[in-house]
C-alpha cells in the first residue's frame, strides 16, 4: 500500500482512481448523502485505509477510509481518529477495524 505526505494528497489520488463519492458514519450504516443511500455494514468493503497523524496537534490525526459498495459505488470516508468510535455499533467498528 502506497503511503501518502498528506490526507489531501491521499484524497486526490484516490478520487483519480474513481472513489468519487463521500461517505459518512452513522450509529450503523455508511452513508452517501449526494446518492440518497445507506449501506450497512454487509453492504461495502474498506479497500484500503490511510493513517495521518498531525505534526503538532493530535487532533489533526485522522485515517482515510477507500470503500467500495457491493453496487460499485465508490468513495472516501475521513475519520478522526475514533471520533465515531463510541457512536457505533459492534458491526460498524469491526468493519472499520484497522488490520
Known amino acids: 500500500m502506497k503511503n501518502y505526505d498528506t490526507l489531501s494528497e491521499a ?14 458514519l ?3 450504516t455508511l452513508d452517501c448523502k449526494k446518492l440518497n443511500r ?3 455494514s ?4 474498506v479497500d484500503a485505509f490511510y493513517r495521518f497523524e498531525g505534526d503538532s496537534n493530535p487532533d489533526d490525526s485522522a485515517i482515510l477510509y477507500a470503500i467500495s459498495t457491493e453496487y460499485g459505488i465508490k468513495g472516501l470516508l475521513v ?3 475514533g471520533a465515531y468510535s463510541d457512536n457505533l455499533n459492534a458491526a460498524m467498528i469491526q468493519k472499520l477495524k484497522m488490520r
Request: no cysteine; aromatic share 22%.
Open 38 to 40: 445507506t449501506f450497512d
Open 79 to 81: 475519520d478522526a481518529y
Open 42 to 45: 454487509t453492504e461495502f468493503n
Open 26 to 28: 452513522s450509529n450503523s
Open 11 to 24: 484524497m486526490n489520488v484516490k478520487q483519480e482512481e474513481g472513489y468519487t463519492f463521500d461517505f459518512n
